[in-house]
């Protein structure tokens, strides 16, 4: 009886350990998005509770307003997570032309200038709804360079690489015409890093690097206001210095004093000082000061975790899909979401002047949260469709969640005949067809695969795996 219950719990165990490892990259990014996301909900609750009261409204008033956001978030990622790759590929074009559309009407006077704010106008306000163009200009390049970039024959890789730079170079333009080079920073992440992934020669990619820092450290030595204020900040702060902490210091000092306010487990949830008026922008650009305050060095070394974590599942997505286009997508998005988080911190803590950067998933915003959690909905679709993470879930079934939401079985993306020539494929096309669907050889070859992993693994295949219907092979 025993042999027999230690057999049926190690069979249970096997299961559970082939089931769980394709399926890892999409469980973990998952679970993190959700925590980032409703960490930052607590964190923006306990930093705005002092302004919202001074602008007279709910303790909880900006709270809410994020949550919501986080809510629509939530909804735009789980669209993107329900769409076909190559419905994303379609539709890549058009989401590029809406944002450079938006990116002009933020600039026409009577449309889109919206309020302006620390020194820029990037915003287009519609009664209550506030946009911001940029923030989609990030993912729109990222999706469209991806399926632009992808199965490029070398024919056409200079033309292509060109014609990318070149949009680029216009999106850009948009962006530093509404005065808001903290995102366009951003904005150059996002380009600079699907160019690496895409395979731009590396001399190129040196000398753009290079020349973009030099050209922004003119700009910014030759310009009056906050912006060349933070570069003096910054000298100062690098070398232990604050020679005005009332004038441009201001803020980066406080957040400096709330950091070491926190010592190793922090004041406490809520009990933040800083957000009492010390820090101006304590729930969006120096956020991770306050949660440094309230959660100490544990909290902040676990957030970077989470972030460095991202990182690392992410990449592997890129490096374990066979599809160029869902790989180089996966890289970028992840790219540009780690890189962008390691700016922000860095600046908190005094790595580099202070950009502007929001801290993605947590600092407070509703444009961000929204594009933010899109792009992480179509980081998971591209983990749902990694070769493994197909053949388990045929294999073994979806989790009940993956049920719950609806979402369509995926299916196998290989390279068709048309993106081996590098052509965009159309809607309704032949070999379109054939890649969304996959043959009953193609089911058969990942199901024998997965038996193949188990023997070598565990030394017996599992005898209850759900077959093809029209498969008459032996099972091995």
Not at 108 to 135: A, H, K, N
Not at 383 to 408: K, N, T, V, Y
């Amino acid at each position: 009886m025993s042999n027999v219950l230690t057999n049926e719990h190690g069979g249970r165990r096997k299961y559970f350990h082939v089931a769980l490892r394709p399926l890892l990259d999409y469980y973990a990014v998952a679970s993190i998005v959700v925590i980032l996301a409703f960490f930052g909900i607590l964190m923006v609750a306990s930093s705005s509770m002092t302004w919202s009261v001074l602008e007279g409204a709910s303790v909880f008033g900006t709270a809410m307003r994020q949550a919501l956001m986080v809510g629509v978030g939530f909804v735009a990622m789980w669209l993107c997570l329900r769409l076909r790759p190559q419905a994303i590929r379609r539709s890549a074009p058009w989401v590029l032309a809406v944002s450079v559309l938006l990116l002009v009407l933020v600039l026409v006077p009577s449309i889109g200038t919206g309020r302006e704010e620390v020194g820029s106008q990037s915003w287009i306000v519609f009664g209550p709804i506030r946009l911001q163009p940029s923030e989609l200009a990030k993912v729109a390049i990222a999706v469209w360079g991806s399926a632009w970039l992808a199965d490029c024959p070398p024919e056409k890789k200079k033309a292509r690489f060109g014609w990318f730079i070149f949009v680029a170079v216009v999106m850009l333009g948009l962006i530093l015409a509404e005065r808001d080079v903290g995102m366009a920073l951003a904005f150059l992440v996002v380009v600079g890093v699907t160019l690496v992934f895409a395979g731009l020669d590396l001399r190129y990619i040196v000398f753009t690097a290079v020349a973009t820092v030099i050209a922004l450290a003119v700009a910014v030595r030759n310009s009056s206001g906050f912006r060349s204020d933070r570069i003096s900040v910054f000298k100062d702060a690098f070398f232990g210095r604050f020679d005005d902490t009332r004038g441009a210091a201001f803020q980066s000092y406080q957040g400096y004093l709330s950091l070491s306010d926190g010592s190793l487990f922090g004041v406490g949830p809520g009990q933040s000082r800083a957000k009492w008026f010390y820090l101006p922008e304590a729930k969006n650009d120096f956020i991770f000061a306050i949660i440094g305050e309230e959660t100490g060095l544990v909290g902040a070394t676990m957030v970077i975790v989470l972030y460095a974590a991202l990182c690392v599942l992410g990449f592997r997505i890129a490096l374990r899909s066979n599809s160029r286009f869902l790989s180089l997508l996966a890289a970028t998005l992840t790219g540009s979401i780690v890189i962008q988080a390691f700016i922000n911190i860095g600046y908190v803590i005094g790595l580099w002047p202070v950009t502007g950067i929001q801290l993605p998933l947590i600092s407070a915003g509703g444009t961000s949260a929204i594009i933010t959690l899109a792009s992480m909905g179509l980081l998971l679709n591209c983990a749902r469709h990694e070769p493994e993470a197909i053949s388990a879930l045929q294999s073994h079934g979806r989790p009940w969640f993956d049920r719950l939401l609806m979402l369509p079985e995926p299916m196998a993306t290989g390279v068709s005949v048309r993106e081996g020539r590098g052509e965009s494929p159309r809607s309704g096309g032949e070999h379109e067809q054939r890649d969304a669907r996959p043959s009953s050889r193609r089911r058969e070859a990942l199901t024998r695969h997965s038996e193949r992993d188990r023997v070598r693994r565990y030394g017996e295949p599992l005898t209850h795996v759900r077959r093809h219907p029209h498969s008459h092979n032996r099972q091995r």
